[in-house]
């Protein structure tokens, strides 16, 4: 989803109804069925979209266009469907076992590099993104309400004797209601990429 795909995501996002999709995605907008803003709390910012258009608006926090691609197509698409509060790794989403063992590479190891020297300085890095800690079967976990109606829950387990650092992000199972795999994809990356600032 770089320049071509936010192209594609605004092609698809111009024949939606914003009220509609506001709706649907819980995502605020402000205007008429003509013009108006959507105001997308986005891991911990909020990313202020036109309509029509989808451009970043002013005083918007700012992503790039393969992020901003995967916001946009998120509004085209959303069918309003509620978490479920379960929870499935990547593999469990449509198709996402061809890509899972890429999608660990460049998420959940970029996180144990970042913090298994200092796992406290996660606790404030997910709260900085709106995480909230979760019980679990894990050393610690954290709910981070990426979109909305898009959670990702954080594990993380320490190191140990036997074992190294290990670190795993999961979806609400109804993820694929509201992005496709390739989208939920790009959304771990950038959660990742948000975690190491």
Known sequence: MGADGLQAARARAERVDPFEASAAAGIPYEGSGEAGRFEVPFLGETVCLTYPGF????????????????????????????????????AELPDGTFYVQAFRGYTSSVI???????????????????????EAASDSAWRIPALPRVPVT?????????FESRA??????????????D???????????????
């Open 168 to 181: 795993e992000l999961l979806f609400d199972e109804s993820a694929h209601h509201h992005l496709p795999t």
């Open 112 to 134: 144990v590099r970042r913090f298994a020297d200092a796992p406290e300085k996660l606790d404030a890095a997910v709260r900085a993104l709106g995480g909230e800690a979760l």
């Open 183 to 197: 989208g939920c994809a790009i959304l771990g990356s950038w959660l990742t990429a948000r975690l190491g600032r």
């Open 154 to 162: 954080l594990l993380w387990w320490d190191a140990d004797d036997e």
């Open 55 to 90: 451009d970043l608006a002013q005083g918007s926090s700012w992503v790039p266009d393969h992020v901003l691609a995967l916001i946009v197509y998120h509004l085209a698409v959303s069918d309003g469907t509620p978490p479920s509060g379960r929870e499935v790794s990547f």
